[in-house]
C-alpha cells in the first residue's frame, strides 16, 4: 500500500514525502570559533562566541571579574549584558557590553592578536568594568 497525494492510482507520494521531510528538516550548518580568556594578575574570564564566515560576528559573550558574571545569553545566575559594539579581524578584538536596559555600560574587552613565525598566535589584551581598573587578560583561540 503506497501514500498517495492524489487520486491518481499511478502516483506514489512516498519519493515526495521523503523529499520533503529531507530539505524540511535540513538546516544551514553554523560554523563557530571560541576565544577564551583568562586574567593575568586578577580573577577574570572572558569567553567570546564568533560565527564564523566572510565578516567575524560576535554571537555569545560571558564575563566574570570576581564574583559579578554576565552573559548576553541569559544564563541562569549570571546578569544579562547586551552587546552593544564589537568588531574583530586579525588584529584586534574590541567589544562593548551594556546592561540590559542598555542604559549603563557594563564592560569593554580589548585584545590585540599576533603571529608570531616562533610561537605562533598571541593574544592580549584587558577587560574593564565600568568604574573599575582594566584587568590584563590573555586569550587562547583562532
Known amino acids: 500500500m503506497a501514500l498517495r497525494l492524489s487520486g491518481h492510482p499511478r502516483s506514489s507520494s512516498l519519493p515526495w514525502v521523503t ?19 583568562g586574567g593575568i594578575d586578577a580573577k577574570a ?3 567570546v562566541l564568533f560565527g564564523a564566515g566572510p565578516v567575524p560576528s560576535v554571537l555569545d559573550v560571558t564575563f566574570s571579574v570576581g564574583s559579578q558574571m554576565y552573559s548576553t545569553q541569559g544564563r541562569e545566575g549570571m546578569s544579562e549584558a547586551v552587546i552593544a559594539r564589537a568588531y574583530v579581524d586579525d588584529a584586534i578584538m574590541n567589544i562593548d557590553l551594556m546592561d540590559d536596559q542598555v542604559s549603563v555600560h557594563l564592560a569593554s574587552i580589548r585584545v590585540l592578536r599576533f603571529e608570531s613565525e616562533a610561537s605562533g598566535p598571541f593574544q592580549i589584551g584587558y577587560i574593564r568594568l565600568r568604574d573599575q581598573a ?9
Open 19 to 37: 523529499f520533503a521531510f529531507l530539505f524540511g528538516l535540513a538546516t544551514t550548518a553554523h560554523a563557530t570559533a571560541t576565544i577564551s580568556c
Open 134 to 142: 582594566p584587568i590584563g587578560i590573555m586569550c587562547d583561540g583562532p
Open 45 to 47: 574570564d572572558v569567553d
